[in-house]
Nanobody, 125 residues
């Protein structure tokens, strides 16, 4: 069993920044991928980016490339999503999720095994 807890969401003006955290606990593996997704009202959950826990490689959706970055702190079992130059269209509930059984980046929610509860990000214009 893996537990994921997100934090750091909030309200920010367009052009501002936020940093989300995802703290992982429970069963651990040496090779897995932790992804960030988001879901806006009335829309499907979409992939934002991901990081490989062992090697620290990252992969991003085109919509956030150059604005968002993902990093990890192995000692704290925590992954961060740094969001800069935020836009109103970034408004969504943000989720972290773990893909335990793959060391390649997958972008579909169904490929991820455990999810956090989500944290709301609202960007005002």
């Amino acid at each position: 069993q893996v537990s994921l807890v997100e934090s750091g969401g909030g309200l920010v003006q367009a052009g501002g920044s936020l940093r989300l955290s995802c703290a992982a606990s429970g069963r651990t593996f040496s090779n897995y991928v932790l992804g960030w997704f988001r879901q806006a009202p009335g829309k499907e959950r979409e992939f934002v980016g991901a990081i490989s826990w062992s090697g620290g490689r990252t992969y991003y959706a085109d919509s956030v490339k150059g604005r968002f970055s993902i990093s990890r702190d192995n000692a704290k079992n925590t992954v961060y999503l740094q969001m800069n130059s935020l836009k109103p269209e970034d408004t969504a509930v943000y989720y972290c999720a773990v893909d335990l059984y793959s060391n390649v980046f997958r972008v579909l929610p169904r490929d991820y095994d455990y999810w956090g509860q989500g944290t709301q990000v609202a960007v005002s214009s």
